[in-house]
């Protein structure tokens, strides 16, 4: 029973489920084979199993970020993207560093970016990865499954790609050469063939992800996908509708809204999630509740970006499945889930306050309970693991998954807290860390990694960052 844990004594636990099931009344958590076994109060403890006392803290679910770009994250705060919106800025830091990187760069930055979500209590990581052209001399996809393994957390490739070139690249000395439609569904087949895990708790996953389903493949090849997709029993995934210019680009070409194009093309359902959906009409959010479509909501990348502000709480009233994601540190400086959240969970009040009107117009004080804690913190843990397709992973109950945060509030940003269990997500910071568990098994253990040389990882950083900037 080495690996059995029984975590005793904890102030809080959020569990990520709905309604009054959203906070548990037990104190301790029993752990067994990677399965929460048992939670309650005063439970005893076993032969062999461990004991973590969690006097003070709050335990959480392992948060589940839906839409990262890890290899931004040797990206960060580029001067020449700081002020500009969506397609200036990928001209100006993607697309302008995308050559640039190597197997070992793209290590490097993955690295960096797992162990910033880990620390934030991230549990399970779906990176969009769209570095991908004819001739590579590395797997990129090997590569990032190959490092998440090794630092604990579960993970989805979302394997994007282009069988053309934007119009935004057309002249771009940095711009990869595109793939073949042929050529991209081969190697996602064989990614999935040796990556992609069904069933209950599956460690890692892989999903079909065309970088932006309206511009970097053909119309005709859209359907072509989506059914290659489904016939290899893996999710669809893309970015859609993130700045006007997508709603644009689909009136202008196809005559219809973005949701609708995908609609046409078999590209809606439970099995499709789409990152961003910062513009959407009203009948565009009734096809996505409807169809059960799941969004990957980014709020700090899109206030960054100046992109808008997704109507989230609007899909999730419809029943839609709503998830967070941090997106690229290249567009989010802050690339870990406590900030998203506590930034997700504030953004969403400001802007229902900003619709507000004066009493004289038929208004008054409106907003402040447009979304609550406890749904902010199951968009992004339960609604991820539904939206990524992660069975028995997401939420705290027995027969779950054993991924979960046990935060220690032990620093002033905390002191004074009359509801110790929201302070993670409504006092922002970064609370210590004791321990981080993914599958029963520890892998942030009182703020570190074990095995981890954080010094190094910094130093390497560092080092890469001045290469870049020279070759920049």
């Known amino acids: 029973m ?49 004991v973590l006392d969690a006097r003070d803290c709050v335990i959480y679910p392992g948060w589940v970020n839906t839409h990262h770009h890890l290899f931004q994250s040797l990206l960060k705060g580029v001067p020449a993207g700081i002020n500009l919106t ?97 050529g991209m569904l081969a190697g996602v087949e064989r990614t999935a063939a040796r990556f992609h895990q069904r069933g209950p708790r599956p460690r890692t996953r892989v999903s079909m992800a065309p970088t932006t389903a309206n511009v970097s493949v053909r119309r005709e090849e859209l359907t072509l996908i989506a059914r290659a997709a489904r016939g290899m029993d893996i999710p669809l995934h893309t970015h859609m509708s993130e700045s006007v210019a997508v709603i644009e680009h689909c009136r202008s070409a196809y005559g219809c809204l973005p949701i609708e194009y995908l609609a ?4 809606l359902g439970p099995d499709v999630s789409l990152a961003h959906l910062t513009h959407l009409s009203d009948g565009e959010l009734r096809l996505l509740g409807s169809s059960g479509t799941g969004m990957a909501h980014c709020p700090q990348s899109n206030a960054r970006l100046a992109d808008g502000v997704a ?8 029943g839609g499945a709503v998830s967070i994601g941090v997106d690229g540190a290249a567009s989010n400086e802050a690339a870990d889930m406590l900030s998203e959240v506590h930034f997700c969970w504030l953004m969403h009040r400001a802007h229902a306050g900003a619709a507000t009107r004066p009493k ?28 990524l ?56 253990e009182e703020d570190a990694i074990p095995g981890l040389d954080m010094a190094r990882l910094r130093a390497e950083a560092n080092a890469d960052v001045l290469r870049l900037m020279r070759a920049a």
């Open 389 to 444: 397709g992660f069975d028995g992973v997401g939420t705290l109950e027995v027969g779950q998954a054993a991924d979960l945060a046990v935060y220690d509030l032990d620093t002033p940003r905390y002191f004074g807290l009359h509801d110790m269990a929201i302070g993670p997500v409504v006092c922002a910071g970064r609370p210590r860390l004791r321990w981080l568990l993914v599958d029963g098994r520890v892998v942030v």
């Open 2 to 50: 080495a690996n059995n844990i029984l975590i005793k004594n904890a102030h809080s636990v959020l569990t990520g489920l709905r309604g009054d099931a959203a906070r548990s009344p037990a104190s301790d958590v029993r752990v067994a084979d990677g399965v929460i076994t048992q939670m309650g109060k005063a439970l005893p403890a076993l032969p062999g199993e461990r």
């Open 360 to 387: 004289l117009e038929g208004g008054g004080e409106a907003g402040a309970d447009r979304v609550s804690v406890e749904q902010v913190v199951r968009w992004a843990t339960a609604g991820g693991a539904r939206v």
């Open 86 to 182: 969506l397609s200036p800025w990928l001209q100006a830091v993607p697309f302008s560093y995308r050559r640039m990187f190597n197997e070992e760069r793209l290590r490097l930055a993955a690295r960096i970016g797992i162990v910033e979500l880990m620390l934030s209590g991230c549990t399970t990581i779906a990176d969009h990865h769209y570095l991908y052209y004819p001739g590579m001399s590395y797997d990129a996809s090997a590569a990032l499954f190959d490092e998440a393994d090794k630092l604990g957390a579960r993970f989805m490739l979302q394997r994007g790609g282009a069988t053309v070139a934007r119009k935004l690249e057309a002249n771009d000395r940095h711009s990869l050469e595109p793939e073949t439609l042929d």
């Open 311 to 318: 109507r989230a709480p609007d899909l999730d009233l419809l």
């Open 264 to 267: 046409e093309h078999e590209w």
